[in-house]
């Protein structure tokens, strides 16, 4: 377990939903910590609140009530212009679907995150690191689901953030494909040592977390502390 100081502090965190006279409690009393580079993924079945979860602390969505900090960021008392900067020099996102732009190469695609990004990194480097260096000039027709896929990680870490926030990042993928991008992955919480959270419903991604988390009901269920982490080549499904 990493003994490093909280990324993340998330205490009686709640959200409800309301269309019309119909609510919808997506959240309910979370408390949370991450520390700095630690690598937690989060299971749980669909509408168990771990989406929402990580839009709030991503800064993409507000709560209804409880405190949400990054580092010394109060992101539940943040206006939108303080989201909107918290996201883009913080925070990396990786999604289920890659939202690539289709008239851009692998390079290019990466590069539209570095110009506007604080301290970036080189684009060819970012791509390095996912196991692209091969297919930088190719476009995404030209690239496979998980290469697609490697080229949005490379895009989420090519601005350096402190936190890398995925959602579903193998959901589309079968085991063979999902491995790679799991080793994308971790090899870029070892190397520049983002905090990484990844939110799944596949209970054998588990195996190469720091620390599993476990929602259900809008709630935390259990927490639980890997005393080994399996290499993603070792797992499958």
Not at 201 to 211: L, S, V
């Amino acid at each position: 377990m990493l003994q490093t100081d909280p990324v993340f502090r998330v205490r009686d965190l709640s959200k409800t939903y309301r269309t019309g006279a119909v609510e919808v409690q997506a959240l309910r009393g979370v408390n949370f910590q991450a520390r700095a580079g630690e690598f937690v993924v989060i299971l749980g079945p669909s509408g168990s609140g771990k989406s929402t979860f990580l839009n709030i602390i991503g800064g993409l969505d507000s709560a209804t009530s409880g405190d949400v900090w990054f580092m010394d960021h109060d992101l539940t008392r943040a206006g939108d212009a303080a989201l909107t900067r918290y996201r883009r020099d913080h925070v990396g996102f990786v999604f289920q679907f890659y939202n690539l732009v289709p008239s851009l190469t692998a390079r290019e695609n990466v590069r539209l995150v570095t110009e506007i990004a604080r301290r970036p990194m080189k684009p060819e480097e970012a791509l390095a690191m996912v196991g692209l260096s091969d297919r930088m000039d190719h476009f995404p027709a030209e690239l496979s689901g998980g290469e697609q896929q490697r080229v949005a990680i490379a895009r989420a870490i090519a601005k350096n953030p402190e936190v890398l926030l995925c959602d579903e990042p193998t959901g589309a993928l079968d085991s063979h494909t999902g491995i790679k991008v799991l080793e994308a992955l971790t090899n870029v919480n070892a190397v520049i040592g983002a905090t990484t959270l990844v939110i799944t419903h596949n209970a054998a991604i588990q195996d190469i977390a720091h620390r599993v988390v476990r929602f259900a009901n809008g709630t935390i269920m259990s927490e639980e502390v890997n005393a080994t982490r399996k290499a993603p080549a070792e797992v499958s499904w």
